[in-house]
Structure formats: structure tokens, C-alpha cells
């Protein structure tokens, strides 16, 4: 079946650590890419987008992502984590043959020690 | 910024009530989306409207209703409640080519 996949489904970093959540799907065809963030006790927030264009985006908080279509990868990625940056992350896919509905990947919980 | 709002924020229901559920999208959005969050699990998409009209069904149970109204508001009718239908219920609202954007949720728990 076709799907969104998080490697991780928990990553504990130390403060200044570099992050990188990996998430893969396996649509063919034009899709459209997001991560999401979901902290403690809160709605889901975006992070950053992926339409069109340059594969090396940039989202709030200082995270980017990377597509990279060869891989059917968007990775996000942070220099150096923040105790502030620990949170649920979400990767979604818009499978533009699907019409517009999200699908989501199971999660990765991120917790950083301070 | 105007965001999506959900109401109510909290619910408690017990089992075989029934449950409406509202959001009211951003203003000039066009489409909604409704999703279900289990307890430690990932969104679940519901089903979804465009001007009015439903757009996209998805794991959505029969018991399950919802439409989108004139304001572009929707509700979620939920019948017979299970103990397996207390989750987190997301709507987002979306305009074109736009990202979504969520609102808080409402947080169902069902004794």
C-alpha cells in the first residue's frame, strides 16, 4: 500500500545536537511535501512546504528540509536543537493524483535534554 | 490572523450519545478537512469539503455525517458513539495552492 514513512518514532538529542527525521513515501507522480509540528498538549503547526522548485526549503525555527525526488525522501533537518524543539513531528504528503487530502506518517517524537 | 477555529474544545460523551462537532475555516478558504488523532497516533483523514460540496472521503465510519455550510463552516455528526472514538478531531481549511492550516482540535473522550 502506498504510504508515508518516518523512520524514528522517538530521537532523544542533547541541546546543540544537529537533527535529521527522516521521512520517505512511496507516491509516484507530482506530490506535494510538509512537515508538521505538534507540542505538547497543542494543534499541529507547519513547519515548511514543499511545491515546486528549489528541493532545499526553508521553514520556521530554523529547520529546513530536503526533497530529493530520486529517493522519494523529504528529510528535515536542524543545525543545533533547542529543549524548546522537543515536539511530535509530522511529515505529510499531498499525492496530487489523490486530490488534496493529506496523508501523514506515523510521527517522531523528539525529545531534547537540557 | 484569523485561524481556524474548533468548537467545542473539549467533549465528553458517553457511549451510544451522539457528538457535532464545529469548525469554521479561515476566511475566503475554500476547502476543509477533517481528521481523527487516536491517542499516540497520526492523523487520520476523514473526509473533506470543497465550496460546499464533499470532495474526498476517507476512513470515515458510517455512523460519521458531515457537510459544509452556506459560511463554509462544517460539522462533524458523530451517532452511536464507540469508547474507540475518543481522539483528537482536527479540521484544517485550505485555500488553492496553499498549505493547510489546523485548528486546535477538539478533544473527544467517550465513557
Known amino acids: 500500500a502506498q504510504s508515508v514513512s518516518q523512520h524514528n518514532h522517538h530521537v532523544i538529542l542533547s541541546e546543540a545536537a544537529s537533527l535529521e527525521l527522516g521521512c520517505n513515501y512511496s507516491?509516484?507522480?507530482?506530490?506535494?511535501l510538509f512537515w508538521y509540528v505538534q507540542y505538547p498538549g497543542q494543534h499541529l503547526q507547519l513547519l515548511l512546504k514543499y511545491f515546486s522548485g528549489d528541493p532545499l526549503v526553508k521553514g520556521i525555527k530554523g529547520f529546513e528540509a530536503e526533497f530529493i525526488k530520486s529517493k522519494f525522501s523529504f528529510n528535515l533537518r536542524k543545525p543545533s536543537v533547542q529543549w524548546s524543539d522537543t515536539a511530535e513531528y509530522f511529515c505529510?504528503?499531498?499525492?496530487?493524483?489523490?486530490?488534496?487530502?493529506?496523508?501523514f506518517g506515523a510521527g517522531t517524537i523528539l525529545r531534547v535534554k537540557s | 490572523a484569523a485561524g481556524v477555529i474548533q468548537s467545542p474544545r473539549h467533549l465528553i460523551k458517553e457511549k451510544r450519545e451522539t457528538a457535532t462537532l464545529k469548525c469554521y475555516p479561515i476566511p475566503r478558504h475554500d476547502t476543509v478537512y477533517w481528521y481523527q488523532q487516536g491517542p499516540g497516533q497520526d492523523p487520520q483523514f476523514l473526509i473533506s469539503?470543497?465550496?460546499?460540496?464533499?470532495?474526498d472521503k476517507g476512513s470515515i465510519p458510517d455512523r460519521f455525517s458531515a457537510q459544509q455550510f452556506s459560511d463554509y463552516h462544517s460539522e462533524l455528526n458523530m451517532s452511536s458513539l464507540e469508547l474507540g472514538d475518543s481522539a483528537l478531531y482536527f479540521c484544517?481549511?485550505?485555500?488553492?495552492?496553499?498549505?493547510?492550516?489546523f485548528g486546535s482540535g477538539t478533544r473527544l473522550t467517550v465513557v
Open positions: 507516491y509516484g507522480g507530482t506530490v506535494n
Open positions: 469539503f470543497y465550496e460546499k460540496m464533499q470532495s
Open positions: 505529510a504528503v499531498n499525492p496530487m493524483e489523490y486530490g488534496n487530502k493529506l496523508v
Open positions: 484544517a481549511s485550505r485555500l488553492s495552492a496553499d498549505g493547510y492550516t
